[in-house]
């Protein structure tokens, strides 16, 4: 053993995060992101991972299963009405102005 190993051992991966992303004019049109950490035994984190369904790499690739597109727009359609509750509510609609006949 070197004087400057540290031997631990990684028994644990936790995904904490996982990111859809809509790419209506590409060939695959959802993209999914997902990160996570390796833990030790004593749930310290050692490192992070990081796959990505259209990432460049293809040791991070991964094909995203037909079966997750429908779990995907059940996300998004449940999303939808508290996002357009939110916007509606911080984007006022602007006044109507008043109207003015331009002379050239």
Same mark, same amino acid.
Not at 49 to 75: L, R, T
Not at 78 to 86: F, M
């Given at each position: 053993? !070197? #004087? =400057? $190993? #540290?031997?631990?051992?990684? =028994?644990?991966?936790? #995904?904490?995060?996982?990111?859809? /992303?809509?790419? &209506?004019?590409?060939? $695959?049109? *959802? !993209?999914?992101?997902?990160?996570? $950490?390796?833990?030790?035994?004593? =749930?310290?984190?050692?490192?992070?991972?990081?796959?990505?369904?259209?990432?460049?790499?293809?040791?991070?690739?991964?094909?995203? &299963?037909?079966?997750?597109?429908?779990? !995907?727009? $059940?996300?998004?359609?449940?999303?939808? &009405?508290?996002?357009?509750?939110?916007? =509606?509510?911080?984007?006022?609609?602007? &006044?109507?102005? /008043?109207?003015?006949? *331009?002379?050239?």
């Amino acid at each position: 053993m !070197a #004087i =400057n $190993e #540290i031997n631990i051992t990684i =028994n644990k991966a936790v #995904i904490t995060s996982v990111t859809f /992303k809509l790419n &209506p004019q590409e060939e $695959e049109p *959802l !993209a999914v992101q997902v990160y996570g $950490e390796l833990l030790t035994d004593k =749930n310290k984190r050692v490192t992070t991972f990081s796959y990505d369904s259209d990432g460049w790499s293809e040791e991070q690739k991964f094909k995203v &299963p037909v079966y997750f597109h429908v779990i !995907a727009k $059940e996300v998004f359609k449940q999303l939808t &009405p508290i996002i357009y509750e939110k916007i =509606n509510g911080t984007f006022k609609a602007l &006044p109507e102005g /008043k109207k003015e006949e *331009l002379a050239f």
